[in-house]
């Protein structure tokens, strides 16, 4: 069975850091693209930085700059480095994992991320 768990997530203030994490497992991990999504309150889930064909990256234009994914093949993780963290960032985050061939996608369960002081 599939299955992405998030952690990391908390409260910061403005301009403050935090470092999400998804650990992986009952998959095999390169033959999926994995990324991370977000939610807030009353909004559509939105991408926010995925790895695509491989080690190639893309990011929301709203994190460029600010956000950072990383992946370790050896341990089959992700984590989302996310710096200078403003309100509008505040959302329940996702790891996704989407298969290459199939373009079925999963999701974890999230991690809440809250930025207010």
């Known amino acids: 069975q599939l299955l992405l768990v998030e952690s990391g997530g908390g409260s910061v203030q403005p301009g403050g850091s935090l470092k999400l994490s998804c650990e992986t497992s009952g998959m095999i991990f390169s033959q999926y693209n994995m990324g991370w999504y977000r939610q807030a309150p009353g909004k559509q889930r939105e991408l926010v930085a995925t790895?695509?064909?491989?080690?190639?990256?893309n990011y929301a234009d709203f994190v460029k700059g600010r956000f950072a994914i990383s992946k370790d093949n050896t341990k089959k993780t992700i984590s989302l480095q996310m710096n200078d963290l403003n309100a509008e960032d505040a959302a329940v985050y996702y790891c996704s994992a989407r298969h290459t061939v199939t373009a079925m996608q999963f999701w974890g369960r999230g991690t809440q991320v809250t930025v207010s002081s």
């Open positions: 790895y695509v064909r491989g080690s190639n990256t």
